[in-house]
């Protein structure tokens, strides 16, 4: 779905390279979460991938991007946004209305969807999200969580096949990024492919079926959670938390008492716990 | 906490008559406003203008606004009252400076006009839904829906300035800065805090010229169906 080949970007005014080198491949129906340090560039290659670098964004850009078979240099941002929905860091920044049901309705209108086919599809993506009640809601009225569902289902009213999120949860408490993980599994499961940034490893790793490692510009580490999660000493060294479960394993192994896989979550680390003890 | 200009919801009469009448409404009376040298007239102006925001139960928010009108023409009205030398002098200043019952008269109409001009748009603009005027632009109008949506961002930017001036102005409170004192001072340190506050905001609008894009606004136009 998503393929980037030895791709490296520097920004315009910048010193070095944001991105330096990167082969991904993300395939179809993928669910991967982006973590590493703050100038990691995990928000560049958001920026890649949704075309905003390099038509908006500009500087030297090396390598190639294709989405869906498009490469993202010679289409527009608008002709990439057709495949890709994206929601941005700052929420109320990335708003352009201030109604909940116009901020759903402007691509539709934008994109020339039939009059009679709108409502059907407002609706669908606000029940999609779980929001189905807020329609007529002013935007400035909702919490910040509600606000960031309206900002998933504004771009998932184009029926994008790929959404890449900046930090979706970033202002969110831990029940409100919950939800927001769930909606995002939901659509996995119904065929979307996710691309997520998100600092809380816990979040990446109870939800997203792979995770991607990014540091100073390069990808470290990326596989499947369990393979990722093998790592913990040079995930600590890069500066990324390691679930607790996971460095409950890594102590247990240390200790010669555990030797299988890593947990990815509390059930199986239950598990692991029952079986050291038994 | 309601920001300047933010929409109240409500169903009184004013918010169901059509945006554009609503807008064509305060432009006469800002016209009205401006065509009159009548300080009566100017007078009845400010108070239609203050009963319509009682009609649209936003009573007490016209008079708050009123209220912050009047403190800034206040300032107005000083520097002006020197500025005018016609008419008979009041009061004798040292250096030739005097204060002509024509410059309070000429002083208090710029006041009076600035108010009465500005209090119907503020009232009109927090009775009316935004999309609602936009569409109504851009339909009966024909304004080009690319100017029409310049518009009113502009417009629903400024709450979202003025509560990022409110949170830069927390900030630098809570790190001791005292912005109680009188006018000047307040003036002087709030100056330099304007070059973070419009940096941002340049960056907000980017993201939100990014997000548009992103969700076909190039192609809203090309295509009328």
Not at chain 2, 43 to 70: E, H, K, P, Y
Request: hydrophobic share 50%.
């Amino acid at each position: 779905m998503i393929d980037m080949q030895q791709l490296s970007f520097r920004y315009e005014s910048a010193q070095g390279n944001a991105l330096t080198d990167i082969t991904l491949h993300i395939p179809r129906g993928e669910f991967l979460g982006i973590i590493g340090p703050s100038g990691a560039g995990k928000s560049t290659l958001l920026s890649v991938i949704s075309g905003v670098i390099p038509h908006h964004y500009t500087g030297d850009f090396y390598g190639a991007c294709v989405v869906n078979g498009m490469d993202t240099v010679e289409v527009t941002p608008t002709d990439l946004s057709r495949v890709v929905g994206s929601v941005f860091q700052d929420i109320d920044a990335q708003m352009v209305s201030s109604m909940v049901e116009d901020e759903v309705l402007f691509a539709l209108e934008n994109f020339g969807v039939p009059a009679k086919d709108l409502d059907s599809r407002v609706e669908e993506a606000l029940a999609t999200v779980g929001i189905a009640n807020l329609r007529h809601r002013s935007l400035d009225t909702l919490s910040g969580g509600q606000k960031q569902k309206v900002a998933i289902a504004a771009v998932l009213a184009m029926r994008p096949q790929v959404l890449v999120l900046d930090e979706p949860t970033g202002e969110l408490d831990p029940a409100s990024s919950q939800a927001i993980f769930r909606v995002l599994r939901t659509l996995n499961e119904q065929g979307t492919t996710v691309v997520v940034v998100e600092q809380k490893i816990m979040l990446l790793s109870a939800f997203c079926k792979s995770l991607c490692v990014m540091d100073r510009g390069s990808v470290r580490l990326h596989g499947t959670m369990r393979e990722v999660l093998a790592h913990p000493e040079l995930l600590r060294e890069i500066g990324v938390n390691c679930p607790r479960v996971a460095t409950l394993h890594e102590q247990l192994l240390a200790a010669g008492l555990s030797a299988g896989p890593v947990p990815i979550c509390v059930e199986e680390a239950k598990a692991m716990v029952e079986g050291v003890l038994a | 906490m309601k920001g300047m200009l933010q929409y109240v919801h409500g169903n009184t009469i004013l918010h169901k008559v059509p945006p554009l009448l609503k807008l064509l409404i305060a432009i006469a009376i800002c016209a009205a406003c401006f065509s009159t040298r009548s300080l009566l007239v100017l007078l009845a102006l400010i108070v239609l203008d203050v009963i319509l925001g009682f009609i649209g139960n936003i009573g007490r928010q016209t008079l708050r606004t009123l209220c912050s009108l009047c403190k800034f023409s206040s300032i107005i009205f000083v520097l002006q009252i020197f500025f005018v030398t016609q008419g008979n002098a009041l009061v004798t200043l040292p250096l030739g400076v005097r204060i002509t019952d024509e410059g309070l008269r000429f002083s208090a109409m710029i006041c009076m006009r600035l108010i009465g001009a500005t209090l119907p748009l503020t009232v009109m603009l927090t009775l009316t839904r935004l999309p609602d005027l936009t569409r109504q632009l851009v339909k009966v109008l024909h304004v080009p829906y690319k100017y029409a949506f310049a518009f009113t961002t502009a417009i629903r930017f400024i709450p979202i300035l003025a509560r990022d001036m409110a949170a830069v102005i927390e900030a630098q409170t809570a790190r001791g800065v005292e912005l109680d004192g009188n006018f000047i001072k307040k003036l002087r340190l709030l100056l330099p805090l304007c070059v973070p506050l419009l940096v941002s905001s340049i960056r907000k609008i980017e993201a939100g010229a990014i997000s548009a894009e992103l969700r076909g606004f190039h192609l809203r136009g090309k295509k009328a169906a």
